[in-house]
């Protein structure tokens, strides 16, 4: 599988949301309601 196509899924909270909404583009998938709550959940790429 290209490294391209990897997707890391993090069930993420109030205090690491904003860490991993910057991983978004290298293939972090953000999962949870702090994640639902910022529209978050969508792949990106």
Known sequence: MPAE?????HYV??????WWSHHREHGAVLLGKAAE???????IG
């Open 5 to 9: 196509k990897l997707r890391f899924l």
């Open 13 to 18: 909270n109030d205090g690491t949301v904003g």
């Open 37 to 43: 709550e910022r529209n978050l959940t969508r792949v």
